[in-house]
C-alpha cells in the first residue's frame, strides 16, 4: 500500500517540490486497541512508521516525538498538530500533550493553530453517526482544544463536507471520496476536496490572526459546492 502511495502521491508532489504533512487514517494504521491494551494494527502501524521515517516531509517540526502519529510543526506563520485520532480512543495521555504543545511559546505566538485528527468530535454523516465513528470522549477533547485557542479542527472519516462551530472552535469536517448524506438532509451525498486558503490579518490587540476561506469541489463534476446548499446546522 505504501509503495504505490509513494509512486502515485508522495514522489510526484517530492518531484514538484510541493510541501506536505501526514496524519493517519483508521484505513492507514488505526489506533484502535483491543481489550489487553494492545494495538489491534500493529502490524499495520509498524508499516505506517517505516514507510514514514524513510520518507519523512521536510517540515520544521515542533515536537516529533510521537511522530509520524503524534507530532507539532509549524509552517508559514501557523502552528499545526496532529493528532492520531485514527479510531475513536483519544487518550488522556494525547490530551495533556496536546494541551501542552498548544501551551508552547511556537503555539500562542503563531498567528493560528490548527489540529488535524482523523476522526470528528461530533458525528455529521448517515453511518457514521454510531459509536466507534467518532471521538469517545469528545467533550474532554474539545475542552482541551478550546482552552489551547484551537481555531480550527480538521476532520475526515465521515465522506461528508460540512464547515462548522463547536463552541469557539472551528470545524471543518473535510469530505472525500465515497461520499456519504449529511444527517438531516435529504440533499444526494457527494465526494469531495476542499482547499483552503488562510489570509492573515491583525485582530484587535495588534497580535496577529488568521482566518480561513473554504472551497470545495464536487468530484464528479469539479463544480464548486455552493455553502447555501448545506443545511444551517447537522
Do not use: C, K
Not at 495521555?93 to 508552547?104: D, I, K, P, T, V
Amino acid at each position: 500500500m505504501w509503495a504505490a502511495f509513494d509512486a502515485t502521491v508522495a514522489e510526484p508532489l517530492r518531484n514538484a517540490g510541493i510541501g506536505y504533512a501526514v496524519a493517519m487514517g483508521n484505513h492507514d494504521a488505526s489506533s484502535l486497541r483491543g481489550s489487553g491494551g494492545a494495538f489491534l494494527f500493529e502490524r499495520e502501524r509498524r508499516a505506517a512508521a517505516a514507510y514514514w521515517s524513510a520518507q519523512r516531509p521536510d517540515l520544521e517540526y515542533h515536537d516529533d516525538s510521537g511522530y509520524p502519529f503524534d507530532h507539532s510543526f509549524t509552517a508559514h506563520g501557523l502552528f499545526v498538530v496532529v493528532l492520531d485520532a485514527s479510531s475513536a480512543l483519544v487518550s488522556a495521555g494525547q490530551r495533556s500533550w496536546l494541551a501542552a504543545e498548544l501551551a508552547s511559546e511556537s503555539a500562542r505566538d503563531a498567528a493560528a493553530r490548527i489540529v488535524i485528527g482523523h476522526l470528528p468530535l461530533v458525528p455529521i454523516s448517515h453511518g457514521r453517526d454510531t459509536p466507534g465513528e467518532f471521538v469517545h470522549n469528545a467533550e474532554a477533547l474539545a475542552a482541551v482544544l478550546q482552552a489551547g485557542a484551537v481555531d480550527l479542527y480538521v476532520s475526515g472519516h465521515h465522506a461528508a463536507y460540512y464547515p462548522g462551530r463547536l463552541g469557539e472552535v472551528e470545524l471543518l469536517f473535510a469530505g472525500g471520496v465515497g461520499g456519504r448524506r449529511l444527517l438531516g438532509s435529504d440533499a444526494a451525498p457527494r465526494s469531495t476536496v476542499t482547499v483552503v486558503d488562510v489570509s492573515f490579518q491583525e485582530v484587535s490587540d495588534a497580535t496577529p490572526g488568521a482566518a480561513f476561506t473554504y472551497t470545495t469541489f464536487d468530484l464528479a463534476t469539479m463544480a464548486v459546492v455552493d455553502p447555501l446548499e448545506l443545511p444551517a446546522s447537522v
